[in-house]
């Protein structure tokens, strides 16, 4: 499989994502209700920061996004999958990625991964075996 040429451009896609991102950041907080100015401290930031997150601001750095996330306890596949579907010339999933609780999901994608693992350490195995086995 090759990785199809996106018909959206990379900053539009980031400033999806940012956007994503702040939504579900901010609904996140309000729902734990965590201030910004408490959130900003436990990060070591300032709570413009955190707004500036919050509103998906263009200039705002993805890895700003997971370490609210994080710091959140949330996991962060509104930041990756819709890189991936833009890579691979499919619809970003808003919706989706819009939901509280995508762990089910995760765990799926996860497991899907775990096999493919498995997959390539047994044919790299069995191609070394083979290689042994042809050498004596």
Not at 2 to 23: A, F, M, N, R, W
Not at 43 to 52: A, F
Not at 87 to 100: A, K, N, T, V
């Amino acid at each position: 499989m090759t990785l199809q040429s996106p018909q959206t451009t990379d900053s539009e896609v980031l400033s999806l994502i940012k956007e994503l991102s702040g939504k579900l950041i901010e609904r996140r907080r309000r729902r734990d209700r965590v201030t910004q100015r408490h959130m900003a401290r436990g990060i070591g930031r300032s709570e413009r920061w955190v707004r500036e997150i919050e509103a998906g601001v263009v200039t705002s750095m993805i890895e700003d996004h997971i370490r609210c996330a994080h710091a959140l306890r949330m996991t962060t596949p509104h930041v990756f999958i819709p890189l991936l579907a833009v890579e691979h010339d499919m619809p970003i999933p808003r919706e989706l990625l819009m939901q509280d609780d995508l762990w089910e999901l995760e765990r799926e994608m996860l497991e899907v991964v775990a096999r493919h693992q498995a997959a390539i350490v047994a044919r790299l195995a069995q191609r070394a075996g083979t290689l042994k086995g042809g050498d004596r």
